[in-house]
């Protein structure tokens, strides 16, 4: 779930796929998705990811009011034309108009070919839906194309996230990257938060 500091109101939720092996039981997706992408199947496999999150988000009973589904695009998809359409397919399949996609990239995606992607991208959020830098902080981030960047999230990577109480360094680059993204209009999450400590820490930076 993704919720809101400042009220502890539920406002969406991130699709995380696992495997349920026969044999081996649970699989994590750090073992099975560089496999798919390796094998060609990481397309289909997302695909089948954002068809899902829609349909299944559709479903769900909204005390809370309208939520966003959130679904990690790989890297070597960011850039490929057909990506506009392939949402936009899914949204007229089980777009709902209480349940907003949000689709998430990582900094490192946008490296090899920025122009396409932001063209590709650009294109996504006319449709309706939110573009999130899956995370920040640990890839390739390069203000000069920064201030261009069409996202409307920064996430701030876990590995801050969760040593935001007892390393200043972590602690330093949060506020940086709150204060970052808000000077240029972006909501910003911080991923991993497991306590009411770390949760407070972020509530009192505005994230």
Request: proline share 6%.
């Amino acid at each position: 779930p993704k919720v809101r500091c400042s009220d502890g109101r539920p406002v969406g939720a991130e699709a995380l796929m696992r495997w349920q092996h026969r044999n081996r039981g649970m699989v994590s997706p750090d073992v099975f998705i560089p496999i798919a992408e390796r094998t060609g199947h990481i397309k289909p496999l997302t695909i089948w990811a954002m068809n899902t999150a829609l349909r299944q988000a559709a479903e769900w009973k909204h005390p809370f009011g309208d939520i966003s589904v959130a679904v990690n695009v790989p890297a070597e998809l960011v850039a490929q034309p057909d990506l506009p359409e392939l949402v936009e397919n899914a949204l007229k399949l089980w777009g709902k108009e209480h349940v907003q996609l949000a689709l998430e990239i990582t900094e490192r995606s946008l490296v090899a070919t920025p122009e396409q992607s932001f063209r590709l991208l650009s294109k996504i959020r006319e449709l309706g839906v939110k573009v999130s830098i899956d995370d920040f902080g640990t890839g390739y981030s390069c203000l000069a194309y920064f201030r261009n960047i069409p996202a409307d999230e920064l996430k701030i990577d876990k590995s801050f996230v969760t040593s935001l109480l007892t390393d200043n360094a972590a602690a330093e680059i949060c506020s940086v990257i709150i204060d970052l993204a808000h000077r240029f209009r972006l909501s910003v999450v911080g991923e991993g938060v497991e306590d009411e400590p770390v949760a407070s820490a972020l509530r009192e930076r505005n994230c």
